[in-house]
């Protein structure tokens, strides 16, 4: 077990619709980066967050966005939801500024639309 | 851009014999971290190994070792002793520093009883 953990496990919504997802870091973590992973693909980079702020963002679209909080949790938000949107969503924290910083990942949600 | 390409989708040992997963990668930093990262069933990525660029000795976790080329951006994991457990997806991963992880797209590895 890593310490990171993400709410909820699955979730099954439609096109069009919005969703949230959740990741509580590791404790002492200040940076949390989020991840899609399409079935039989390696996870892609969504965006990273560091001390409340968007530190970084991948080849995806304003509809995705995402919040850090105080206590370094997380959510992802997608907007008007797509086909394309099903996959696992994986979210990893670490320490940034540690010079053998190393990320700990969640067990991820896996997200279906339809 | 950098890229991470693995080759074979999937791979198949006989328990307790060696194997080895292929990694290529593309970059024009001198500087940056490669990556194994085991994925099971349960879907959590799980570290495997860890290399730094700047360091010419490959490393090495117990069974799992690596062969790092770095002129010819070539990173191979080689698992010793195959394990039932050791069954799972692998990503070979690139960094650079504090930057987003590259993934390729994974080699799913099969355990012979």
């Known amino acids: 077990e890593t310490g990171v953990t993400q709410s909820p496990t699955h979730l099954i919504k439609t096109r069009g619709q919005q969703v949230t997802l959740r990741c509580s870091s590791q404790s002492g973590h200040n940076t949390v980066s989020w991840y899609q992973q399409a079935l039989g693909q390696g996870p892609q980079f969504i965006f990273q967050?560091?001390?409340?702020?968007?530190?970084g963002r991948g080849n995806f679209p304003p509809r995705f966005s995402g919040l850090q909080f105080p206590n370094y949790s997380s959510e992802l938000n997608v907007n008007a939801l797509e086909l394309d949107d099903s996959a696992l969503y994986l979210c990893?924290?670490?320490?940034?500024?540690?010079?053998?910083?190393?990320?700990?990942f969640g067990s991820g949600t896996q997200l279906s639309v339809l | 851009a950098q890229t991470v390409t693995q080759s074979q989708p999937e791979m198949s040992v006989q328990e307790a014999e060696t194997v080895t997963l292929s990694c290529t990668y593309d970059?024009?930093?001198?500087?940056?971290?490669l990556f194994w990262y085991k994925q099971p069933p349960s879907r959590q990525m799980i570290l495997v190994i860890r290399?730094?660029?700047?360091?010419?000795q490959n490393a090495t976790e117990n069974r799992f070792s690596v062969n790092f080329q770095k002129a010819a951006k070539s990173f191979s994991l080689k698992i010793s002793d195959s394990q039932l457990g050791d069954a799972a997806m692998y990503f070979c991963a690139y960094r650079r520093g504090g930057d987003k992880i590259i993934f390729g797209k994974g080699t799913r590895l099969h355990i012979l009883p």
């Open positions: 990893a924290s670490s320490f940034m500024g540690r010079t053998n910083e190393k990320l700990f």
């Open positions: 290399q730094e660029a700047y360091k010419q």
């Open positions: 970059t024009s930093e001198s500087d940056y971290y």
């Open positions: 967050y560091y001390r409340e702020e968007e530190n």
